[in-house]
């Protein structure tokens, strides 16, 4: 990663951080507790469409890191990866961390072991997006180093954090 997109990543991660506590905040100020289901429904919603993109975003590495730099194959995915990240996994992700962060107060008050295991795999999937937002910089930049077999890796772990967070939220293990 070079300096500035360094940098430009880290102000637009701020920017996330400070878009979702100040949504949050205005949920609470509308005072929506008589719509919880709803509220849960669009949550459930939009989780469907930032795992969708979580799912299908290494994918398209996998066959983008085999592809000739320059190809029309190769532009073609970048606008591919381009366009799955700015205009679904992105606004996606804002709006499950605000509803979810809502619900778990507005219903839980923010307790119970399945609430804290659920927001920690949350953060892990989180940071999984991080990681692959930087990718689909690198390579619209023709500058990713990584192998094919390296991607199809990266693939199973949304997956695997899926199964368990729907366990967590629907069972209520613990
Ligand atoms: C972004 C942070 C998230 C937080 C803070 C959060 C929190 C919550 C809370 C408190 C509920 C309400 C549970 C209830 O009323 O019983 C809920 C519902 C749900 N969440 Fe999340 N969630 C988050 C992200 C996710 C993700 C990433 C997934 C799936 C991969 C997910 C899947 C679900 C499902 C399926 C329900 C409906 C459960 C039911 O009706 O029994 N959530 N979430």
């Known amino acids: 990663m070079t300096k500035d997109s360094g940098r430009t990543a880290?102000?637009?991660?701020?920017?996330?951080?400070?878009?979702?506590?100040?949504?949050?905040?205005?949920l609470f100020w509308l005072?929506?507790?008589?719509?919880?289901?709803?509220?849960?429904?669009?949550?459930?919603?939009?989780?469907?469409?930032?795992?969708?993109g979580m799912l299908y975003l290494p994918r398209l590495f996998v066959y983008h890191a085999d592809a000739q730099i320059g190809s029309d194959k190769s532009e073609t995915f970048k606008v591919m990866e381009r366009r799955l990240?700015?205009?679904?996994?992105?606004?996606?992700?804002?709006v499950a961390w605000v509803?979810?962060?809502w619900l778990a107060w507005e219903g839980f008050g923010f307790s119970g072991g399945w609430l804290h295991a659920k927001i920690a795999a949350v953060l892990v999937l989180s940071?999984?997006?991080?990681?692959?937002s930087g990718a689909?910089?690198?390579?619209?930049?023709?500058?990713?180093?990584?192998?094919?077999?390296?991607?199809r890796?990266?693939?199973?772990?949304?997956?695997?954090?899926?199964?368990?967070?729907?366990?967590?939220?629907?069972?209520?293990p613990f």
Not at 85 to 94: Q, S
Not at 136 to 151: I, Y
Request: charged share 15%; net charge positive.
């Open 10 to 26: 880290a102000i637009r991660a701020v920017a996330a951080l400070g878009l979702t506590a100040a949504l949050v905040g205005l």
């Open 31 to 52: 005072d929506l507790a008589a719509y919880y289901d709803w509220i849960k429904a669009v949550h459930v919603i939009a989780v469907i469409a930032w795992m969708a």
């Open 85 to 94: 990240l700015n205009a679904i996994i992105n606004p996606a992700m804002l």
């Open 99 to 101: 509803l979810g962060l």
């Open 127 to 132: 940071g999984i997006h991080g990681y692959l």
């Open 136 to 151: 689909t910089r690198k390579f619209a930049q023709d500058r990713n180093t990584k192998p094919a077999r390296h991607w």
């Open 153 to 172: 890796i990266v693939n199973e772990v949304p997956t695997v954090l899926m199964i368990v967070i729907v366990v967590l939220v629907i069972v209520k």
